[in-house]
């Protein structure tokens, strides 16, 4: 089966604080995973995908095969990091390439 | 560019009823995947097309359908309107089939009484 599971709904914490989202997955294939970010009043958007090893806004994840996960990390928060935030997986489910599973989301709020 | 965009923006519809959501992608986008997220949930796929054809279809009734235009726009139609249905339903596109990124509307929220 494929599934993406992000265990915590919300995360709280201060600004200055680390950050780490948790993502797990599951999927048979070489994955490609995603980590898609929701602003308030805003349209979803990608932040940053594993093959590219881009650090987006300060965020990075590191892809383990080995235990299934695909962490969001930050070193130091910001108020302005506060925003929904989903773990996406690009698999072939419905016979399509391509089309992403997501989890169901992690709120982040950072607090002043 | 505008990015993709999405009508209506809203919509209310009653039990039964028919409803016809449109998405036009970005210009020279050839693919458009279809999503619908519940409250409280994360998207889930519905349909995706890619050269007017469908190529993928996710798990739901077939009161759901979907078509592509020779321009690449697209309308997902749902029939006999469940209270279940509502959702804010996404529309997503990308340069062409495959591991392409995806860039999504703003969506239309569907609301059945």
């Known amino acids: 089966a494929q599934r993406v599971t992000q265990p915590e709904k919300l995360l709280s914490v201060f600004k200055g604080a680390p950050v780490e989202l948790k993502c797990n997955y599951s999927?048979?294939?070489?994955?490609?995973l995603f980590w898609y970010v929701q602003y308030s009043r805003q349209r979803l958007q990608l932040l940053l995908r594993?093959?590219s090893r881009e650090s987006i806004k300060g965020f990075t994840a590191d892809l383990n095969k080995g235990e299934t996960s695909f962490h969001l990390k930050k070193p130091f928060a910001q108020e302005e990091d506060s925003a929904m935030y989903y773990c996406a997986l690009s698999g072939d489910y419905g016979g399509s390439q391509g089309n992403l599973i997501f989890g169901k989301g992690t709120k982040l709020s950072v607090k002043p | 560019d505008a990015g993709v965009t999405q009508s209506p923006t809203h919509l209310i519809k009653t039990r039964g009823q028919h409803v016809t959501l449109r998405c036009s992608p970005i210009s020279g986008h050839k693919s458009v995947s279809w999503y619908q997220q519940v409250l409280g949930q994360g998207p889930q796929f519905i349909f995706q097309?890619?050269?007017?054809?469908?190529?993928g279809r996710g798990n739901f009734p077939d009161r759901f359908s979907a078509r592509q235009f020779p321009n690449y726009s697209s309308e997902l139609n749902v029939n006999a309107l469940l209270l279940g249905d509502s959702a804010l339903y996404l529309c997503a596109s990308s340069l062409g089939y495959g591991r392409y990124e995806q860039y999504f509307g703003p969506g239309t929220r569907l609301t059945v009484t």
């Open positions: 594993h093959i």
């Open positions: 097309y890619y050269e007017k054809e469908e190529r």
């Open positions: 999927y048979s294939g070489s994955p490609e």
